[in-house]
C-alpha cells in the first residue's frame, strides 16, 4: 500500500510540474489545446504564447454575462437567423494566443467551415462570428488592448466590452470614470468605437432591433 501511495505521490507531482512548466514556458496553441484541462475552477486563455490563469467569473461578473446571453438567445430565437450561442468555445488569434470570451454569437452556417469546430470547438475565422462580448474584470487591460486589436485582425464584426464597474481607462469610459458599454464595430478592416452610458439605448448593428440600454446590462442581477 505504501508502495502504492508512493507511486501516485510521485505521479502526481511529476504532472505538476509538467503543467507548471506548461504555464511558464512559451507554448503553441496546438500545445495549449492539447494540455487544457477538462475539469477546472479556472479558464485558461493562451496570449502569445503563454498560458494564463482566469477565474471563472462570479458574481456580479457572471451575472452580467449570464443576462446578456440570456437576452441574446431569446432574440436569436425571435429571429429567422442561423446563429446560435455555444457553451464554450475559444477563439484562435494571431501570434499564438488564444481566447474564451464571455459571451459569443456563432453563426452555423460558417462554422461548418471551421477545420477544429467539432473536435475542439475552436474558432479560427472571424466570418464565423456575429458578436463577441468581454465583461470587464480587474485585468481590464487585455479587454481593451489584447483582445481588441486580436479581433480587429480576425475580422471579427463586432465586439462588445461591459466595463460595469468602471475600471478601465479614462480615455476609454471618460473622466470622470462611468459605467459604460461600448460596442466596436469592423468598417473597413478597423473598429469603430461608439460608447453607451445610463439610459442610452445600445446601438447595434448586427442585433438592431435589440431593445436595450446600457443602464440595463449594468444593473442586471
Keep these: 500500500m505504501a508502495q502504492l501511495l508512493s507511486s501516485s505521490v510521485s505521479r502526481g507531482f511529476y504532472n505538476f510540474l509538467i503543467m507548471i512548466q506548461a504555464l511558464s514556458q512559451p507554448v503553441t496553441f496546438e500545445e495549449f489545446i492539447e494540455w487544457y484541462p477538462e475539469h477546472s475552477e479556472h479558464r485558461y486563455e493562451l ?7 482566469m477565474p471563472k467569473p462570479r458574481g456580479k461578473h457572471s451575472e452580467v454575462a449570464g443576462f446578456l446571453s440570456g437576452l441574446l438567445f431569446m432574440y436569436i430565437q425571435r429571429q429567422p437567423s442561423p446563429y446560435f450561442i ?3 468555445c475559444i477563439i484562435r488569434a494571431e501570434g499564438e494566443s488564444g ?7 456563432l453563426d452555423s452556417v460558417a462554422v461548418k467551415t471551421e477545420p477544429n469546430w467539432e473536435a475542439s ?18 485585468n481590464w487591460r487585455d ?15 463586432e465586439y462588445w466590452i461591459v466595463d460595469y464597474a468602471a475600471l ?6 471618460g473622466n470622470p470614470k462611468q459605467p459604460t458599454l461600448s460596442v466596436y464595430t ?32 449594468f444593473s442586471a442581477g
Design 143 to 157: 479587454d481593451y488592448y489584447f483582445k481588441l486589436a486580436d479581433y480587429e485582425a480576425l475580422g471579427i464584426p
Design 168 to 173: 478601465g481607462g479614462r480615455k476609454f469610459i
Design 86 to 88: 455555444p457553451k464554450e
Design 99 to 105: 481566447y474564451e470570451p464571455d459571451v459569443i454569437v
Design 186 to 217: 469592423l468598417v473597413d478592416g478597423e473598429y469603430q468605437r461608439e460608447t453607451f452610458q445610463g439610459s442610452a439605448k445600445i446601438q447595434s448593428p448586427n442585433f438592431s432591433d435589440l431593445e436595450l440600454t446600457a443602464g440595463q446590462v
Design 47 to 53: 496570449r502569445r504564447g503563454v498560458i494564463i490563469e
Design 121 to 138: 470547438s475552436i474558432i479560427t475565422q472571424g466570418r464565423s462570428v456575429k458578436l463577441v462580448i468581454e465583461v470587464v474584470s480587474s
